[in-house]
């Protein structure tokens, strides 16, 4: 039975979705060329090359490669691969790919919102530090950082060179006992207005929303709770996951 022309076009697509997510990923790991020809990449997955131009362009559109009638398609730019599977800053996670530094937007002394205090385990009424920070890749706005922490663990740290360190540093540097363990919680968010304008994207871009509550000690004592807009055109997360040993 000959196909029919909406099949075509649908396995069309899905091979051309297939390709591109492996370029993706490829591309951010490094293991990507500078150059991407056609022909190989058609030989290399099997599909046709409408297919891997379809791909392409969905790639294109995302700034990852650069196409032109002369240059051919080269890699645009990497994507900076931040580990959240290690409780690293953020200057420390992205060291290969240039210098973080922090514009401090605020650093003050605050009362706790009740949802905030019940999660670092405080009186409902408690006072809190709270620290904003416009955070750059070089020059470039990449995540903007809204931090809650307890007072006898943040306030030593508002003395601190806070525009040149990772708060998980000062943290350790400051109460000589080392960051046990942290929580997140990930998901996918559209920019407003405002975070728009701070991060240097256009208003409804993409952005990585990221929730982090960080323990500190053996004990686990909850300190830094942190609510993280984070570019999606800028960086990716990634982690290693183990498996359980089964009992059967």
């Given at each position: ?28 790991r ?9 022909q ?61 530094r ?60 806070l ?6 540093g ?79």
């Open positions: 039975m000959p196909k029919s022309p909406d099949l075509n076009r649908r396995r069309r697509a899905d091979a051309a979705r297939l390709v591109a997510d492996v370029l993706r990923r490829g591309i951010d490094g293991d990507r060329a500078d150059r991407l020809d056609e190989r990449l058609a030989d290399e997955f099997g599909v046709s090359r409408n297919a891997i131009r379809d791909a392409l362009a969905l790639l294109s559109a995302e700034g990852r490669i650069d196409r032109g009638p002369r240059v051919g398609t080269r890699v645009a730019r990497r994507r900076a691969e931040h580990g959240i599977d290690e409780l690293c800053g953020l200057s420390e996670t992205l060291a290969g790919y240039g210098c973080v922090n514009e401090i937007r605020v650093a003050t002394i605050v009362r706790a919102p009740a949802a905030v205090a019940r999660r670092l385990h405080l009186e409902p009424s408690a006072d809190v530090v709270y620290i904003e920070r416009l955070r750059f890749l070089d020059q470039e706005p990449v995540s903007l950082d809204l931090t809650y922490l307890v007072p006898d663990v943040g306030v030593p740290l508002l003395g601190l060179d525009e040149n360190h990772d708060v998980f000062l943290i350790e540097h400051s109460t000589g006992r080392p960051l046990h363990s942290a929580r997140h919680s990930v998901e996918a968010a559209t920019a407003d207005p405002h975070s728009a304008a701070i991060l240097d994207v256009p208003p409804g871009a993409a952005l990585l929303l990221i929730e982090r509550l960080t323990a500190l000690g053996p004990e686990r004592r909850p300190v830094d709770l942190e609510y993280i807009r984070m570019r999606s055109d800028r960086i990716t997360l990634h982690a290693t996951a183990l498996r359980a040993a089964s009992e059967h």
